[in-house]
């Protein structure tokens, strides 16, 4: 990118997108993130609302075996009813149930679903622990199943006289809710995606309507810079009407600047001419040396009088261009006239300094900044002084200063940036000339910050309007 001027001398504006584009991506980003949120939570209640019907589904098997369990002689078991869904009944088909007391190690069978076959359910896991635990207390979880696929389970042990701690059991196959879950989860995101392009073009036309009275308020200043009109005119809306009033006020001000500097200008012309005419025609109709210097000098005032009040009428519609100075030249002569003046005491100076980096601003005042805190950092340095400069953030030029010598404590670097200190004031140490270098950045709307160096004693750092050149 280029720094370039137009034929009135003001810089060219760099466009930097457009609203419309960044208006429309931050109502779409938010819309998107309140979708993809809104289907997350809406998947999670279906989920929880599907896993909540396979529990009480578990929860009935359950409960209905543990209403129609009959002790029998011989210390066993009996079902006077059991659970009638065909699932129970089809070998392997994901729908189990068992009942089992707890001795021996691996626990003993006393019923079981035709659907487990030969297989069981886990009889000593972590599940079942906590349902002897708390007997009574329908525990619920997740295990694998015959095919070690994943299961719902739940679990309740209940004590029956005579015969112990007796667990029953029900467990269901969680796939196939898994895949209505997911189902729905596809549907969902088919659904919020369609209403997300709806939405988009919905945000681009509204967009583009809310905007409708900053565009038509960019024409009516066209129409003012090419002449077409004196003043901003057109329906606003209330937030935008101050603005335009505010223009017009800028304008009529501009025009009595112009007009009183014109006034003063014919004022002082006719108010010096008319003497210098008069010294000029005297001088003509006399001979001799004086009348001729007279005559000469006169002819002199009278041309320097024309070309001051051009230049005067000029000035009075002029803008000034913003200075721009590069940071590389200033800290390169910098670095070379203090690296003589120290060279005696061994004082080694480094610098480094980006390529293309300016400093918004004139050339004197950053060789003060730079200057006063790298001659503060030679005269406290032992021995080495290293310097950067560089684009910080986006407008703004970074200097970053730091030397080898005692530094300064955490509150002495407070104090030392305190309003109304002088750091020569300071405890030594201090240095010299940082009041200066902080009075100086704060008139350019930057900061000093001080802080200890990696090379052992002080860094300070500047930020200041700049950056690249060609940016901002």
Same mark, same amino acid.
């Given at each position: 990118?280029?720094?370039t001027t137009?034929?009135?001398g003001?810089?060219d504006?760099i466009e ?6 960044r208006?429309?991506l931050?109502?779409l980003?938010w ?12 998947t999670?209640?279906?989920q929880?609302?599907?896993l909540?019907?396979?529990?009480d589904?578990l929860?009935g098997?359950?409960?209905s075996m543990v ?12 079902l006077e009813?059991?659970?009638i869904?065909?699932g129970?009944?089809q070998?392997l088909?994901?729908?189990y149930w068992?009942?089992?007391t ?5 626990g003993r069978?006393v019923l ?6 030969n297989?069981?359910?886990?009889t000593?896991?972590p599940?079942?622990?906590?349902a002897?635990d708390?007997?009574g207390?329908?525990?619920i979880?997740e295990t ?7 299961m719902?389970?739940? =679990?309740? +042990?209940?004590l029956? *006289?005579g015969?112990?701690p007796? %667990?029953f059991?029900?467990?269901?196959d969680? &796939?196939? /809710?898994?895949r ?5 989860a596809?549907?969902?995101?088919a659904?919020l995606?369609?209403f ?22 960019g ?8 002449g ?6 057109g329906?606003?809306?209330r937030e935008?009407?101050p603005?335009?009033e505010e ?5 009529d001000h501009?025009r009595d ?7 003063h200008v ?5 108010a010096?001419?008319?003497?210098l005419?008069?010294?000029?025609n005297e001088a003509?109709?006399?001979?001799g040396?004086?009348?001729e =210097?007279v +005559?000469?000098?006169t *002819?002199?005032?009278t041309g320097q %009088? ?6 005067? &009428?000029? /000035?009075?519609n002029a803008r000034?261009?913003?200075?721009r100075?590069p940071a590389d030249?200033?800290?390169h002569d910098l670095g070379?006239?203090?690296r ?5 005491r061994g ?9 293309g980096?300016?400093?918004r601003?004139?050339?004197?005042d950053l060789?003060?900044?730079?200057g006063?805190?790298?001659?503060n ?7 080495q ?5 560089a684009?910080?953030a986006?407008g703004r030029?970074e200097?970053i200063?730091e030397?080898?010598?005692p530094g300064?404590?955490?509150t002495?670097?407070r104090q030392?940036l305190?309003?109304?200190?002088r750091l020569?004031?300071q405890?030594?140490g201090?240095?010299l000339g940082?009041?200066i270098?902080?009075?100086l950045?704060?008139?350019y709307?930057?900061t000093l ?8 004693g ?10 690249a050149?060609g940016a901002?």
């Open positions: 990118m280029s720094d137009d034929q009135t003001r810089p504006l930097q997108g457009s609203m419309v584009r208006l429309v931050a109502a980003g819309a998107v993130i309140l979708l993809v949120f809104g289907a997350g939570a809406l999670l209640l279906f929880s609302t599907v909540r019907d396979l529990d589904r929860a098997v359950v409960d209403a129609h369990v009959e002790p029998v002689a011989g210390g066993g078991l009996e009813q059991r659970p869904d065909p129970y009944f070998a088909s994901g729908r068992q009942v089992f707890t001795g021996g190690a691996d069978f079981r679903s035709d659907s487990l076959a297989e069981r359910l886990d000593n896991g599940l079942v622990r906590a002897l708390q007997p207390v329908t525990i979880g694998r199943g015959p095919n070690l696929e994943p719902r389970v739940q =679990l309740r +042990a209940v029956i *006289q015969r112990g007796v %667990v059991a029900a467990a269901e969680r &796939r196939p /809710a898994d209505r879950v997911r189902d729905f596809m549907a969902a995101a659904l995606a369609a997300a392009a709806l939405l988009a073009a919905g945000v681009v036309v509204l967009v583009r309507w809310a905007l409708g009275p900053i565009l038509r308020m024409a009516a200043v066209a129409a003012v810079r090419d077409q009109a004196e003043w901003v005119s329906d606003f809306p935008i009407k603005l335009a223009l017009n006020a800028l304008l501009s600047v112009v007009e009183r500097a014109r006034t014919g004022n002082l012309a006719h010096l001419k008319t003497p005419t008069v010294l000029g003509r109709t006399q001979s040396p004086l009348a =210097l +005559a000469r000098q *002819q002199a005032m %009088v024309e070309h001051h009040l051009r230049r005067a &009428r000029a /000035a009075a000034a261009l913003g200075a100075t030249a200033v800290i070379r006239t203090l003589r003046i120290y060279e005696r004082v080694e100076i480094d610098w480094d300094c980006a390529p980096a300016v400093f601003g004139e050339r004197q060789e003060d900044l730079a006063n805190l790298m001659d950092a030679c005269k406290w340095a032992a021995r002084v290293r310097v950067a400069a684009p910080g986006p030029l200097i200063v030397d080898d010598g300064l404590s955490e002495q670097r030392a305190a309003r109304g200190v020569d004031e405890a030594p201090t240095g940082l009041a270098v902080t009075d950045a704060a008139a709307g930057g910050s001080l802080d200890h160096s990696d090379l052992g002080l860094r300070a750092r500047l930020d200041l309007p700049g950056g050149a901002g």
